[in-house]
């Protein structure tokens, strides 16, 4: 089994509708991340958590929302889609306590027409 | 943050070694260079870190410079699935969140 998966994996929404993308994780990780991915580009930051009562924004994340329900579950929601929010969306896991690398999941490709 | 510089894309064959370099003119005393391989459609994937000299694993070589403003990953004999996006990120691991950015990389294709 994968140690970080995404649910959804593809997802098409209209302009205003509320979705939510799940991140979960088996790998015993506290920090947690959500990127979005535009084509070819890097990954922008979108929300951190360090810890299940810790979120903290990142360099994007007007239009979207994050809960963090428990150690292993980090979900993004946006409130009202819009078109430029389609893209690649990644969940990331690391351990501050190593190399802090990260271990990104399997990806959510997210079209809003 | 410190800002990295790397070349968009590189062209490689099979079997020649590639050296991929990334400028960070304004590194912390506390930040450290990591590097990351990204596939079509995957997410990206640790490859190496090091704060200073030579680090090597068994998929690369990261040379740092003693002024460490510069950092170069080698990746011997490369073959055609080595083909991917190589991202230089410089930060304070133990800090992470937004200390970490990844930049548009620099696109690797290894022809035959």
């Known amino acids: 089994d994968a140690d970080v998966t995404q649910t959804p994996r593809n997802r098409i929404t209209k302009t205003g509708k509320r979705i939510m993308l799940e991140c979960s994780q088996t790998k015993g990780h506290d920090r947690m991340y959500w990127y979005r991915q535009d084509p070819g580009l890097g990954l922008q930051l979108i929300y951190y958590?360090?810890?299940?009562?810790?979120?903290n924004k990142g360099e994007i994340s007007d239009g979207y929302s994050v809960s963090r329900q428990a150690q292993a579950k980090f979900s993004l929601s946006l409130e009202s889609a819009i078109p430029n929010q389609t893209a690649l969306y990644f969940c990331?896991?690391?351990?501050?306590?190593?190399?802090?690398?990260?271990?990104f999941g399997p990806g959510t490709r997210l079209t809003v027409l | 943050l410190a800002k990295t510089t790397q070349p968009i894309s590189m062209d490689s064959y099979e079997g020649q070694e590639v050296n991929i370099t990334c400028s960070h003119n304004?590194?912390?005393?506390?930040?450290?260079i990591t590097w990351y391989q990204q596939f079509p459609s995957q997410g990206p994937r640790f490859i190496i870190q090091g704060y200073k000299t030579k680090v090597t694993n068994e998929v690369a070589s990261l040379f740092i410079p003693a002024d460490r403003k510069s950092s170069t990953l080698s990746l011997p004999r490369v073959s055609l699935s080595d083909t991917a996006v190589y991202y230089c990120?410089?930060?304070?691991?133990?800090?992470?969140?937004?200390?970490?950015?990844f930049g548009p990389g620099t696109r690797l294709s290894v022809l035959p």
């Open positions: 990331a896991t690391s351990d501050p306590q190593g190399l802090n690398e990260q271990f």
């Open positions: 990120l410089v930060g304070d691991p133990f800090i992470g969140g937004q200390n970490f950015v």
């Open positions: 304004n590194i912390a005393t506390n930040d450290y």
């Open positions: 958590s360090f810890d299940v009562k810790d979120i």
